[in-house]
């Protein structure tokens, strides 16, 4: 399995801050409104805490608090960047896709098959789990859709830039 010293300083940048482009890009594509969105930022505690204590070395080191927590300042300050709501989703949606889609190639170069299976499959977990946390365009709980459309649209284009069939 690879670790964090099997990589350069940028593509483990790119590894550590796929699953988190993912997360923001996610949550930013539905509307979900504030409780809904309080939601989508809780959903994908579990599954880093999980990543965390798995047997993969690989997700375990992305997962660590101090990797987190550089991560999240590097996104952050690529989101301040942007000037409206809308340049903000496009630029988490593009780092999203081109993240996992460049980590996908390192691990293919530097990583092992369970390594490459471990992220592909941690990326689309949490893309699924912030997706599914809240309804979208719900009032007071009623109606509404599960997963937005603009939700399934980077979900299908997270899929194709992992190489992973969807069912």
Do not use: Y
Request: charged residues 25%; negative net charge.
């Amino acid at each position: 399995m690879a670790t964090k010293t099997d990589f350069s300083s940028t593509e483990w940048e790119t590894l550590r801050d796929a699953p988190h482009a993912v997360v923001l890009a996610v949550a930013a594509a539905g509307a979900s409104g504030f409780f809904g969105s309080i939601k989508e930022a809780l959903a994908p505690t579990g599954t880093l805490v999980e990543a965390l204590h798995g047997e993969n070395q690989l997700l375990r080191e992305i997962c660590n608090r101090e990797e987190i927590i550089a991560s999240i300042e590097s996104l952050k300050d690529m989101a301040n960047s942007c000037g409206d709501f809308e340049s903000i989703q496009s630029v988490l949606r593009e780092a999203a896709i081109d993240k996992s889609r460049a980590g996908h190639e390192i691990l293919k170069r530097k990583g092992t098959p369970e390594d490459i299976a471990a992220f592909s499959d941690f990326l689309l977990k949490l893309g699924e789990k912030v997706a599914n946390a809240a309804k979208e365009g719900a009032f007071l709980g009623f109606g509404g859709e599960r997963v937005s459309a603009g939700e399934r649209a980077i979900l299908s284009e997270l899929a194709q830039a992992l190489h992973v069939l969807q069912a």
